[in-house]
């Protein structure tokens, strides 16, 4: 098992129509190849989460990064998973009010857009790592 986490920057102002249908086709594929993983976007970027079989993350990275609607500036990837972290989530949209408690994906959006350096924000892999499993330990609570 693999699991990727990315950002991208949008390269247009998607709609909240456009953002529920690409997030309705990536569940809809996702389900098919036994992906999960979770959606974020916010101010013109997305954060996504991903987890599966090795070979079935690869392929797909590889689509996500030829997408011509955004552009991935950051890709951290573990490669070697044990459990999913998001077993039921096929992708699901994380909205910020469903975040506002938690509120570490500005964190990690901060972090990966390189704000961290100007914000002096040092985190390593590893700590990026104990956000996103923190984030799955909640995510029975989180409101979608």
Known sequence: ????????????????????????????????????????????YFLQY??????????????????????????????????RRFPTWHMHQLAKSSLIQLNIENILMDYMTNDSKQNNILLNSDHIWRIVYKLSTYRTEIIL
């Open 1 to 44: 098992m693999k699991g990727i986490l990315y950002i991208s920057l949008a390269k247009h102002n998607f709609t909240s129509n456009e953002l529920d249908t690409l997030v309705c086709n990536a569940s809809n594929y996702n389900q098919k190849y036994g992906i999960t993983g979770y959606l974020y976007f916010e101010k013109g």
């Open 50 to 83: 991903i987890e599966g079989e090795e070979s079935v993350i690869d392929v797909l990275i590889h689509t996500i990064q030829k997408d011509p609607r955004h552009e991935v500036i950051n890709i951290l990837e573990d490669q070697d998973i044990i459990a």
